[in-house]
């Protein structure tokens, strides 16, 4: 376990390597996830408030 | 009409995109986990270390398919961008716009990788050669793009502005593509699309294509759930979308 963390002395440049990907890649889909959420509410209020006013 | 334009027009039809998009995502998602967690595991764990680079071979699981899907996303939004400028079609500008952030985060990490292979293989994180150096104009297209589009007011110039440049920008592509023949350069040259095979051994081989599935798939899935927001944006006021939301 110990030798696959060390990656033959190569553990820094590995492990930044596929820690920087996940943690770009994985923020990506929570940012599109949550913009689509928003969008989802912004539509929802407004159709409240319309319905209010009429 | 034949199947073809049938579904071209289909396509273009933002209430059935939303509609398939939803089903497809889940499915989707499934796969591309299996394809990571395969990918991770036999690349990680089962493949030998490089008989010349050691472990630090293993960064190409990551760094490979990034660059590639740097490349294929910017013919993705050349390709979206003359649809939109030819047809007017809406969701051609919607998948364009959708998906620069995506492009301009692989080319961010096909560059971060790279610079943490280099350092260690060929003793420099950085060297101004023609395969960096047009990756990194890549990366500037994709920011162009997105700044361009948030500085124009206008949703139809702004789109018509933004298809001008991915247009313009796709020359790029075959440039970053074939640098590493045309040119002198640190950078090794063609691992996998080479006319002769790929010349990479089995047990390395399927991971680095599993990871590649999997980034070909992480790509559609998000550039669907940012294209849903964006679409829900445009077409907030359209009766479909009061009836989705009503409906919830």
Same mark, same amino acid.
């Given at each position: 376990?110990?030798? +696959? +963390?060390?990656?033959?002395?190569?553990?820094?440049? !590995?492990?930044?390597? +596929?820690?920087?990907?996940? +943690?770009?890649?994985?923020?990506? !889909? !929570?940012?599109? *996830?949550?913009?689509?959420?928003?969008?989802?509410?912004?539509? *929802?209020?407004?159709?409240r408030r319309e319905k209010r006013s009429v | 009409m034949n199947i073809f334009t049938k579904w071209f027009h289909r396509?273009?039809?933002?209430?059935?995109?939303?509609?398939?998009?939803?089903?497809?995502?889940?499915?989707?998602? =499934?796969?591309?986990?299996?394809? /990571?967690?395969?990918?991770? $595991?036999?690349g990680l764990v089962v493949a030998p270390p490089d008989y010349q680079q050691g472990d630090s071979f293993r960064i190409?699981?990551?760094?490979?398919? &990034?660059?590639? =899907?740097?490349?294929?996303? $910017?013919?993705? #939004?050349?390709?979206?961008?003359?649809?939109?400028?030819?047809? %007017? #079609?809406?969701?051609?500008?919607v998948v364009l716009i959708s998906s620069a952030p995506i492009g301009a985060v692989f080319t961010v990490i096909a560059?971060?990788?790279?610079? =943490?292979?280099?350092?260690? #293989?060929?003793?420099?994180?950085?060297?101004?050669?023609?395969?960096?150096?047009?990756?990194?104009?890549?990366?500037?297209?994709? =920011?162009?793009?997105?700044?361009?589009?948030? &500085?124009?007011?206008?949703?139809?110039?702004?789109?018509?502005?933004?298809?001008?440049?991915?247009?313009?920008?796709?020359?790029? /592509?075959?440039? /970053?593509? $074939?640098?590493?023949?045309?040119?002198?350069?640190?950078?090794?040259?063609?691992?996998?699309? %080479?006319?002769?095979?790929?010349?990479?051994?089995?047990?390395?081989?399927?991971?680095?294509?599993?990871?590649?599935?999997?980034?070909?798939? $992480?790509?559609? /899935?998000?550039?669907?759930?940012?294209?849903?927001?964006?679409?829900?944006? %445009?077409?907030?006021?359209?009766?479909?979308?009061?009836?989705?939301? &009503?409906?919830?």
């Open positions: 376990m110990a030798e +696959f +963390f060390h990656m033959g002395g190569y553990a820094f440049y !590995v492990w930044t390597s +596929f820690g920087l990907t996940a +943690f770009l890649l994985a923020g990506l !889909v !929570v940012w599109a *996830s949550q913009a689509h959420k928003r969008e989802l509410a912004r539509i *929802s209020r407004r159709l | 396509l273009g039809s933002p209430p059935w995109f939303y509609r398939v998009s939803g089903k497809l995502i889940p499915w989707m998602s =499934l796969l591309c986990a299996a394809l /990571i967690i395969y990918g991770l $595991y036999a190409i699981y990551i760094h490979v398919p &990034a660059a590639l =899907l740097s490349m294929f996303i $910017y013919v993705v #939004m050349a390709v979206a961008g003359g649809i939109s400028l030819i047809w %007017r #079609m809406k969701m051609a500008d560059l971060a990788t790279g610079s =943490l292979w280099g350092k260690p #293989m060929w003793g420099t994180w950085w060297t101004w050669d023609a395969r960096l150096t047009s990756e990194l104009l890549l990366l500037f297209l994709y =920011l162009g793009i997105i700044a361009l589009h948030n &500085a124009v007011e206008d949703r139809q110039s702004a789109a018509r502005a933004v298809s001008v440049l991915a247009l313009v920008g796709v020359v790029n /592509i075959p440039i /970053i593509h $074939y640098s590493v023949v045309w040119w002198n350069t640190l950078h090794q040259g063609a691992t996998i699309m %080479r006319l002769d095979g790929p010349a990479i051994d089995e047990s390395m081989r399927w991971p680095l294509f599993a990871m590649i599935a999997a980034f070909y798939l $992480y790509y559609f /899935i998000v550039l669907m759930l940012r294209a849903r927001g964006e679409v829900l944006n %445009r077409e907030s006021r359209s009766r479909w979308v009061r009836e989705l939301v &009503a409906g919830d």
